[in-house]
């Protein structure tokens, strides 16, 4: 069984700078979307995994992912997933010991940065980077499989 204990957090678009060449592209959708249960599909530079997610407790949940052949991802994608896609470029930050990955979205969502550390206990101490901005961890609308039924380009616009 595996749990996943994570915190998220808005990204200082001034003072964050990464090194551009250490990004990875993403493209991702769901499923299935449900609060008890996603099951994700995404496409991680050339590799695809299939991933099964938990209802969130506070800042853990259960998942399960599954490397699944690059060919079957795209037609996942393009063929069974719920539209628009997550697209977006996840960069690997250390800081103090520990990796943040910092996710760049585009398409529907561009303009939208944030920042994820998984922990190994919910009561774990890290250090803030100086680019982190306010914590997100609880609220719903940034899960990814959120964003992608109402993109964030949409928000304040009555929807």
């Known amino acids: 069984m595996g749990t996943e204990i994570e915190r998220k957090f808005l990204v200082d678009r001034i003072a964050w700078h990464p090194e551009r060449a250490n990004g990875k592209r993403y493209r991702q959708g769901y499923l299935s979307s449900e609060p008890g249960c996603t099951v994700r599909v995404r496409i991680a530079g050339?590799?695809?995994?299939?991933?099964i997610k938990g209802a969130t407790h506070g800042i853990e949940r259960l998942e399960f992912e599954y490397s699944v052949p690059l060919a079957d991802a795209e037609q996942l994608l393009s063929e069974l997933c719920h539209q628009p896609l997550i697209e977006?470029?996840?960069?690997?930050?250390?800081?103090?010991?520990?990796?943040?990955?910092?996710?760049?979205?585009?398409?529907?969502?561009?303009?939208?940065?944030?920042?994820?550390?998984?922990?190994?206990?919910?009561?774990?101490?890290?250090?803030?980077?100086?680019?982190?901005?306010?914590?997100?961890?609880?609220?719903?609308?940034?899960?990814?499989?959120?964003?992608?039924?109402?993109?964030?380009?949409?928000?304040?616009?009555?929807?």
């Open 46 to 51: 050339q590799q695809g995994f299939l991933t």
């Open 88 to 159: 977006k470029t996840r960069y690997r930050e250390p800081w103090a010991g520990l990796i943040w990955e910092v996710d760049v979205f585009e398409g529907d969502n561009a303009g939208l940065i944030v920042a994820e550390i998984e922990l190994p206990s919910a009561g774990t101490h890290f250090d803030r980077p100086p680019w982190l901005g306010v914590e997100v961890s609880h609220d719903p609308r940034y899960f990814n499989a959120a964003l992608a039924r109402n993109p964030w380009s949409r928000w304040g616009k009555g929807t």
